[in-house]
Structure formats: structure tokens, C-alpha cells
């Protein structure tokens, strides 16, 4: 008569103080520099709301032509100084108005390697144009009529 071995499982081999040594303790990082940028007005709002909360390391900021943007207290900002060093950069729209910006920022970004998001936030389809400009260059693309997805964006972006 044979004896039965215990075969511990996976989970259980893992969890096991041999395996320790393999684990990796540190915390995850957040993003070093994390810009959003909000195309137009109705963005602007939900750019504010969302600069209310507690965000590791980032700036929001609001379209102010191709090559400008204004912080959120209004102070001007040129976008290639405000991307010098930035992780991941996400944009807001709600409309078409800030067809040139998306481009703008998304070229630049692709230049330099930065990971770009779009979120176009609304019912209908008022920000075709800004789809089109940021879908070349943005890895996430989120069309949505809830603002909270953009919330869940930056988190999971960890900004």
C-alpha cells in the first residue's frame, strides 16, 4: 500500500515562506508627472471638479489655443513646457471646439513617447472632430456620458 503525498497548490507553494524571496514589496509608483488637459468649456467643469480631489502628481490645465493652455487659476502656460517631463497626459472633451489642441497635444506627445488618454464625455456625438484628432495618438480612447469614468480613468492611471 502506497502512502498519498500532500501536493500543495499553486496559491498555497506562493504563499509559502521558500517563495518569499520572489516577491516584490514595493509599492507601486504613481505616475511621475500626470497633465489633463480639458479642450473646452464644458470639459473645464469636470476638469475643476475633478482637480478636487486628491491626485498624486497632477495638473490640470484648460485649452487655450494649438500651443497654449491656462492652468485652472487662469495662469498661461505654454504646452511644450507643460509636457517637458510628463508621464501620461490626458484629455478632456465634450465638443469639437478643441479639434487643433488634440492634435497638437497628441504630436507631441507621440514625439516624445508620452502615453495619451482621451476621454470625450457626452451623449451624442458633439466631439467627432476631437475623437479624430486624439485616435492616432491616444492608447486609451474612452467616449462616455458619465464623467465618473473619467475619474476611474485617472485612478487607474494611478495620477
Same mark, same amino acid.
Given at each position: ?65 494649438? +500651443? %497654449?493652455?491656462?492652468? $485652472?487659476?487662469?495662469?498661461? @502656460?505654454?504646452?511644450? !513646457?507643460? *509636457? =517637458?517631463?510628463?508621464? #501620461? ?48 495618438? +491616444? %492608447?486609451?480612447?474612452? $467616449?462616455?456620458?458619465?464623467? @465618473?469614468?473619467?475619474? !476611474?480613468? *485617472? =485612478?487607474?492611471?494611478? #495620477?
Amino acid at each position: 500500500m502506497t502512502t498519498p503525498t500532500l501536493q500543495l497548490s499553486e496559491s498555497a507553494r506562493a504563499a509559502s515562506a521558500s517563495e518569499s524571496r520572489y516577491r516584490i514589496d514595493a509599492p507601486i509608483r504613481p505616475a511621475r508627472s500626470a497633465r489633463v488637459v480639458a479642450l473646452d468649456e464644458k470639459a473645464a467643469a469636470v476638469a475643476r471638479r475633478l482637480a478636487a480631489h486628491p491626485w498624486a502628481h497632477a495638473r490640470f490645465y484648460t485649452g487655450d489655443g494649438d +500651443a %497654449r493652455l491656462r492652468e $485652472l487659476d487662469g495662469a498661461a @502656460a505654454l504646452l511644450d !513646457e507643460v *509636457l =517637458t517631463g510628463t508621464d #501620461v497626459v490626458v484629455v478632456l472633451a465634450t465638443e469639437d471646439g478643441g479639434r487643433a489642441a488634440a492634435a497638437a497635444i497628441g504630436r507631441i506627445c507621440g514625439r516624445r513617447g508620452i502615453t495619451t488618454a482621451g476621454v470625450v464625455l457626452g451623449d451624442g456625438f458633439e466631439a467627432d472632430d476631437a475623437v479624430a484628432a486624439l485616435r492616432p495618438y +491616444a %492608447r486609451v480612447l474612452l $467616449l462616455s456620458a458619465d464623467e @465618473a469614468d473619467a475619474f !476611474e480613468l *485617472l =485612478t487607474a492611471l494611478r #495620477v
